[in-house]
């Protein structure tokens, strides 16, 4: 099972071939596409759409074992796909909606986009409350099959989709994990406001500096953030969010004069091979700003 919300799923056999698969096409369009937003997210929709129909196929032609495997089918694997789709059919709507008149008019829309994320998450917290602590007394209403009614929705539309392949929540679901992933865009567009802002050829649209480098350095080693981000969540001075989570909004954006492409996997392997020197050195820093609280 799955270990937090936001972790890849557990996935065998075809499901997990289906994921290499996509994974690998994802990577070869995202190279080739690379100063292209519009392009990139108008070829990965179309990949991710073949897939999801693939794992429709799929679906219709087995019989889960038993209600637990299908309520974990809805609950993370069809979510964990179905968020690509949500994520790239948004950066494709933000990408050609974008203001291309003034660098004032594009962060405004940007301002927007990302209170509409905040109504989302409002509109469903309950929800998003249930699933991101990873409870489970509801899941035979919001992720088997055969369970959609008036009392179990707001969503109208839901009762348009294919019932053999929908549950009244895994949608939402999905939602929320792209919610999450496009979050973090937008809040990295606003964070390098300051900077010279290429909206239109970088689906990325980081700052850019003098180097050409899409992040900011660090002199801290991996093992040190890892610790340090740790913290952070285990304090709950982080909230909603799981450690893998966390690390996909922050890492992106961040490399150290060691290793300038780090990512979320690259940290959590650290999780059992902390050494002392890096444990010293992170407490000093929290000590340091535990001192200097009241200046922040």
């Not at 933000?94 to 986009?113: D, F, G, N, Q, V």
């Not at 913290?231 to 450690?243: E, G, K, P």
């Not at 940290?267 to 535990?290: A, G, Q």
């Amino acid at each position: 099972m799955l270990h937090a919300i936001n972790d890849k799923p557990e996935m065998n056999g075809y499901l997990l071939e289906l994921h290499v698969a996509l994974e690998e096409k994802l990577a070869e369009i995202t190279a080739a596409h690379t100063d292209d937003a519009i392009s990139l997210s108008a070829n990965a929709v179309q990949i991710i759409t073949v897939t999801m129909n693939q794992l429709k196929v799929h679906v219709h032609s087995k019989t889960f074992i038993d209600e637990g495997e299908e309520i974990y089918f809805f609950k993370y694997v069809k979510p964990f796909f179905l968020s690509k789709l949500i994520y790239f059919v948004h950066m494709f709507r933000i990408a050609t909606e974008m203001p291309k008149a003034l660098k004032t008019s594009e962060l405004k829309y940007l301002r927007i986009e990302q209170q509409q994320l905040e109504s989302f998450y409002f509109q469903h917290k309950e929800f998003c409350a249930y699933y991101r602590s990873k409870s489970s007394f509801l899941d035979q209403e919001y992720f088997v099959r055969g369970k959609i009614g008036l009392h179990s929705t707001r969503n109208p539309f839901i009762f348009s989709v294919d019932p053999t392949f929908s549950t009244s929540h895994d949608f939402l679901a999905a939602e929320i994990l792209a919610a999450d992933r496009l979050g973090y865009w937008l809040t990295s567009l606003l964070n390098d406001s300051s900077g010279d802002l290429d909206f239109e050829n970088s689906h990325h649209f980081h700052r850019k500096d003098s180097t050409n480098q899409p992040f900011a350095q660090t002199t801290f080693r991996a093992a040190e953030i890892y610790l340090f981000l740790k913290a952070l969540i285990d304090s709950q001075a982080v909230v909603n969010h799981t450690y893998k989570s966390f690390f996909e909004l922050v890492i992106p954006g961040l490399a150290t004069k060691l290793n300038k492409s780090l990512t979320p996997a690259s940290l959590l392997k650290y999780s059992d091979k902390i050494d002392t020197e890096s444990r010293e050195n992170v407490k000093r820093l929290l000590m340091k700003m535990v001192r200097n609280i009241d200046n922040y």
